[in-house]
């Protein structure tokens, strides 16, 4: 069972799991909220980031222990260690950032010290508003431009991904702070209600229909790699998260296949379409 989608570390797993798993106590988890812009999703505690959450959204605590959360993320089903201290309670989140970042403030005026900076994506409950500002159940104050209910589904995967044209390239980032090529394609295709796996393999294995070699590409097919994945702008053009810029940047399709075979990282693996 992959251990990125198993809910279960030895002393705890899912009930769900019960008669699939060995683990000392099975429990149905509590439901939290991520209580930071970004936060770390580990494959141990103090362990290497695989992914991470984002301000509001929310996590399955399966248990608490020496300060990390062990659990599973309700956006993708992944499973790993955050950071206790990164948790809150849950709220009933109505709005998300659709902005590649908007500012949060103790107070509907532009002029007052930020209380915290959040990616696209971020998650909030707004409760009113007040002039160009929504209100936010925490009495926080977003700007209403950079804020969008989240049932109105975004409706271009690649429009969304240009949204995070530049964004430095991070591992095992998921968002506009750092973000790397699976990231990007996720956050594109859940941004427009489209259910998305975290990891390039993943979203290889679950994404799209698969095309014949030499199929013209179109806007928003995917072209995969081993461990690598790129979203086509249109016939001739890709974009991606990529060590070769340490960025989210714009390539042409045939120099981007033509580079990544000849640093060794083989040929495309499928060209796919939603």
């Not at 990125?4 to 798993?21: F, I, S, W």
Request: net charge negative; aromatic share 8%; hydrophobic share 40%.
């Amino acid at each position: 069972m992959d251990r990125r989608l198993t809910p279960a570390n030895g002393r705890v797993a899912a009930a769900e799991l019960k008669d699939q798993v060995s683990a000392e106590r099975f429990v149905a988890g509590t439901w939290k909220a991520v209580a930071r812009p970004v936060a770390d999703l580990l494959d141990a505690p103090g362990g290497r980031r695989d992914r991470q959450l984002l301000y509001g959204e929310t996590f399955r605590v399966l248990e608490e222990h020496d300060g990390h959360a062990f659990g599973q993320a309700r956006r993708d089903g992944y499973v790993g260690y955050l950071s206790s201290a990164d948790l809150k309670p849950v709220i009933d989140c109505t709005h998300f950032v659709v902005s590649p970042a908007t500012h949060a403030y103790p107070a509907p005026d532009i002029k007052v010290h930020e209380t915290m900076a959040l990616p696209f994506g971020a998650r909030f409950r707004v409760v009113s508003a007040s002039g160009p500002f929504f209100e936010t159940e925490e009495g926080l104050f977003v700007p209403k431009p950079h804020l969008r209910p989240l049932n109105a589904a975004m409706r271009d995967p690649a429009t969304v991904a240009q949204l995070f044209f530049g964004a430095p390239y991070l591992w095992g980032g998921n968002s506009t702070r750092g973000i790397d090529c699976s990231g990007l394609v996720q956050a594109a295709h859940l941004a427009c209600h489209i259910d998305c796996p975290g990891d390039s393999d993943l979203q290889r294995a679950a994404l799209g229909t698969d095309l014949p070699q030499g199929t013209s590409p179109r806007r928003g097919d995917l072209f995969f790699w081993q461990g690598h994945v790129a979203i086509a702008v249109d016939a001739d053009v890709l974009l991606h998260a990529n060590v070769h810029r340490m960025a989210v940047t714009y390539e042409p399709i045939t120099d981007a296949v033509a580079r990544i075979l000849a640093q060794g990282d083989g040929p495309v693996t499928a060209h796919k379409r939603l």
